[in-house]
Every structure is written in structure tokens, then in C-alpha cells.
């Protein structure tokens, strides 16, 4: 969140964003309870980040590691923690909850699940599906989905990357 400041601050002080672009206010807060994330003004959130933490809450939860089995019972959880966070952080109207997660077949299946349980509740998940309709991968056990933005780590994060078990370019 640190770094995130400092890049959009230098951006905004330098003019490389458009006019009326807000500055960059960061918080951390709790995601087994959204409340505790607030903007100091009290102002709402043009974007809530819930990155690398929910999969591994469901899982601690569950008192193992590895991941439950029942895919649609995981990803039924993890819409309802969505819900609650969106629903208990101040989100502005036109904000939006952005949820980062690892790529891991059983993550990725559980995640296709909440989506599918998120867009019938008439949530709108943009990303990385580009469309609304039901999930194309759901119907076979062995698809799953996710996403990568090519990124060579900084050499700090390369050896975690390594040691657990990830690419470093991504």
C-alpha cells in the first residue's frame, strides 16, 4: 500500500493523470470484519483491495492447509465474505471491491464458484471474465481460469517467489 501511494502521489504531482483525479488515501483493516477499514476523512472508497488473504482465511477456518473439496460450498463462502466486506466498507456508488487471489487450480474453482454466485445476486464481477454470463469452465471438474500481469518482481520478492514454488516474471 506504501509503494501504491507513492507511485499514484508521483503520478498526480507530475501531472501524468487527468484532471480531478482523486489522491491516493490508503488503510488497512480486518477482512473478517470490513468496518475497520476507513478513510480517515470519512470519506467512502472508490476502491476496496482484498489481496492474497481470502482463500487462506477459508482455509484456516476449515483447521488444514489444503483445500476443502467441495468447491461450490468453498466458493459460496468466499461470496459471502465478498458480501460482507462490500456491504461493511464504505464503498462510493460507483466503487468497486478488488479481489487478488493465488492461481491455484482449487483457489481459481473456488473463486469461478463465487463469481457464479455473485452474479445472481446481480453483482457484477469485471474481471477476469469480460462478460456476465454463466461460467464456460464450471462445467468440467478439470477447467479453471486466472489471470497474469507480466511483471519481473523486484529482486526483494524473487527468492519468496522461488522458495514458494511461483514464477518471479508474474
Aim: charged letters at 30%; proline letters at 6%.
Amino acid at each position: 500500500l506504501a509503494m501504491l501511494h507513492a507511485v499514484w502521489s508521483g503520478l498526480l504531482s507530475e501531472g501524468l493523470l487527468p484532471e480531478g483525479s482523486p489522491s491516493a488515501v490508503t488503510s488497512v483493516g480486518r477482512a473478517d470484519d470490513a468496518r475497520t477499514v476507513r478513510d480517515p476523512a470519512g470519506a467512502p472508497w472508490d476502491v476496496v483491495l482484498v489481496c492474497n488473504v481470502l482463500t487462506a482465511v477459508l482455509r484456516a477456518e476449515d483447521g488444514r492447509f489444503d483445500a476443502p473439496r467441495d468447491e461450490r460450498a468453498r466458493g459460496a463462502r468466499v461470496a459471502e465474505r465478498l458480501e460482507s466486506i462490500a456491504r461493511d466498507a464504505p464503498l462510493a456508488d460507483d466503487g468497486a471491491l478488488l479481489l487478488i487471489e493465488p492461481a491455484t487450480r482449487e483457489d481459481a474453482r473456488a473463486l469461478q464458484w463465487a463469481r457464479e454466485s455473485l452474479g445472481a445476486k446481480g453483482l457484477r464481477v469485471f474481471a477476469p471474465c469480460t462478460h456476465d454470463g454463466a461460467c464456460p469452465l464450471l462445467g468440467r471438474e478439470r477447467d479453471w481460469c486466472h489471470d497474469d500481469v507480466g511483471v519481473d518482481l523486484p529482486e526483494w520478492l524473487r527468492d519468496t517467489a522461488r522458495g514458494a514454488g511461483l514464477r518471479y516474471q508474474g
